[in-house]
Antibody, heavy 121, light 107 residues
Framework: QVQLVQSGAEVKKPGASVKVSCKASGYTFTGYYMHWVRQAPGQGLEWMGW????????NYAQKFQGRVTMTRDTSISTAYMELRRLRSDDTAVYYC??????????????WGQGTLVTVSS | DIQMTQSPSSLSASVGDRVTITCRASQSITNYLNWYQQKPGKAPKLLIY???SLQSGVPSRFSGSGSGTDFTLTISSLQPEDFATYYC?????????FGQGTKVEIK
């Protein structure tokens, strides 16, 4: 069965970086784009970007351009999201989500369990 | 960016009630509209894709309709496990965008 298992919670100081991992199993890792979505406490869902596990190419939301890098390691079927220069308003749960681009329209069909990143001095 | 607006932001309903949530896109997204359910402390779960297609394993009391800019999620008979927050999401163009959510609470 498809599973996305994320790394554990992190506490970081403002200005630091965080790298969250998302290990995929139960399907061909290179066959589906992996997206990252975050959710601040009590707030809605915010799309951050995607990584193409096959090519390594990535695309980021304009809001995060220059601060985020999404990568992957195909040898261990794992996607990563690194966010730099953390601020207090980056405190959120970060999710990876598999993007199914099949017919008729694309959607996020599997999600990781979420990783809480707390930014606090 | 395409803006997604849900209404209402919250509602109170009783078990057995019919519940309708609407989602409006700022421009036409044809049928590139998905609905997710999220319970506290859990990841979102896909309910409906392509505006009206039921995801495998999702109870048939959930249904979706609409096209263009206006969409609806309906729960025909609300069950205790349906109390959650519901989000619409457009997959028509990048950036993917979500509605602000509709919290369904117990009356």
């Amino acid at each position: 069965q498809v599973q996305l298992v994320q790394s554990g919670a992190e506490v970081k100081k403002p200005g630091a970086s965080v790298k969250v991992s998302c290990k995929a199993s139960g399907y061909t890792f290179t066959g589906y784009y992996m997206h990252w979505v975050r959710q601040a406490p009590g707030q809605g869902l915010e799309w951050m970007g995607w990584v193409n596990p096959k090519s390594g190419g990535a695309n980021y939301a304009q809001k995060f351009q220059g601060r985020v890098t999404m990568t992957r390691d195909t040898s261990i079927s794992t996607a990563y999201m690194e966010l730099r220069r953390l601020r207090s308003d980056d405190t959120a749960v970060y999710y990876c989500a598999r993007f199914s681009s099949g017919s008729p329209t694309p959607y996020f069909d599997y999600w990781g369990q979420g990783t809480l990143v707390t930014v606090s001095s | 960016d395409i803006q997604m607006t849900q209404s209402p932001s919250s509602l109170s309903a009783s078990v057995g009630d019919r519940v309708t949530i609407t989602c409006r896109a700022s421009q036409s997204i044809t049928n590139y509209l998905n609905w997710y359910q999220q319970k506290p402390g859990k990841a979102p779960k896909l309910l409906i894709y392509a505006a009206s297609s039921l995801q495998s394993g999702v109870p048939s009391r959930f249904s979706g309709s609409g096209s263009g800019t206006d969409f609806t999620l309906t729960i025909s008979s609300l069950q205790p496990e349906d109390f959650a927050t519901y989000y619409c999401q457009q997959s028509y163009s990048t950036p993917q965008t979500f509605g602000q959510g509709t919290k369904v609470e117990i009356k």
